[in-house]
């Protein structure tokens, strides 16, 4: 035996090994916040399933029948039979998916068709399309402002804004909410010659409150940037052709880039940036939230692109729902509620709550009587708001909108929430 070789006496301690620090444990204060409230024997307002859906306006929830006012489903698209007959249609044509990526073996027809549809409906020489709105803000954001430049953004933006802004390089810049003197004040101290992207959203989502676009553009301007508006919310039902409120407000050939989502008004999945940059393909070749992922199922573009074009002659359904946003708001108020806006500004009628366990037991009593709305808690809401977001919907009739007001007369009274 060699004496280099060690006995199993000899053999140094195996070194000690730190005991793994839990990556959850830094989720432990909201586990314990979610126990405490759901202790309280409420329902998880994040947890609902649809067992059916029977309309754009209705469900079974727990077996029971559901008004649903808490969809983005704007213009009631989901249920529209030509949009279900393009899905199936395609369907059939093209199967169920295309397993890869645009730039490679993921465009088909309806691929291009949708973005046809698009570049109609908004009148620009460009349109593009992602897998969600999501990726359009995550792509657009990141890819335009490179190092060296700045992104001045609003600071209650939606959270695919922020990120789009944290997956790129530029530098990012806030500005308080819809404040025009703010966004010019912080635009002027930044290096003239510096490339400059400012971040707009047409409705913010949470209060349902609209941006004063031409103010803002005209700051924007005045500084040399670039100007991206998100019209999520907007699509479908503001301005002369549904394209947004930079439509409603005038200032179409002002704005660089308009994104959009499937999602809302559109009555399915997917998002989008339309453009007429003499440039803008190049996109496609950059890109990553675009080409690093499978492009939407056939299906869902040619459901998408039917519900487009007929979104370019809604007239009489923007209109209605106009009607059912107005009315409840104004019935909400009446109610004694504390509402977002002071009038109805868009379709999301927010119902501002003082504490989480008043936001939930009203969300509660009104599921109870037959009622869904969105409960919104911080982060997503500013300024550390618990809100019950209402969204209108085209599809919803006079009757429902009195039905719903009849559910928060109840609901209110019964849980203190009105005198
Ligand atoms: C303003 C805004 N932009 C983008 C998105 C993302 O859209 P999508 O649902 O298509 O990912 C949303 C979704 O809620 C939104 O509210």
Known sequence: MSDSLETADDAPPPPEVDRPRDLFSKFDPLIAEREALLATGVRDPFAIVMEKVTSPTEAVIQGRKTILLGTYNYMGMTFDPDVVAAGKKALDEFGSGTTGSRVLNGTYDPHRDVE????????????????????????????????????ILDADSHASIYDGCWLGNAEIVRFRHNSVEDLDRRLARLPREAGKLVVLEGVYSMLGDVAPLPEMIAAAKKHGAMILVDEAHGMGFFGGHGRGVYEEQGVEDQVDFVVGTFSKSVGTVGGFCVSNH???EVLRLVCRPYVFTASLPPSVVATAATSIRKLMHAGAKRAHLWENSRRLHQGLRELGFTLGTQEAQSAIIAVVLPSQEQAVSLWQGLLERGLYVNLARPPATPAGMFLLRCSLCAEHSSEQVGEILTMFASAGRATGCIA
């Open 278 to 280: 003499p440039k803008f």
């Open 116 to 151: 046809a549809a698009l570049r109609d409906f908004y009148g620009t020489e460009h349109a593009i399309v992602f897998s969600t709105g999501y990726q359009a803000n995550l792509g657009m954001i990141s890819t335009l402002a490179g190092k060296g430049d700045y992104i």
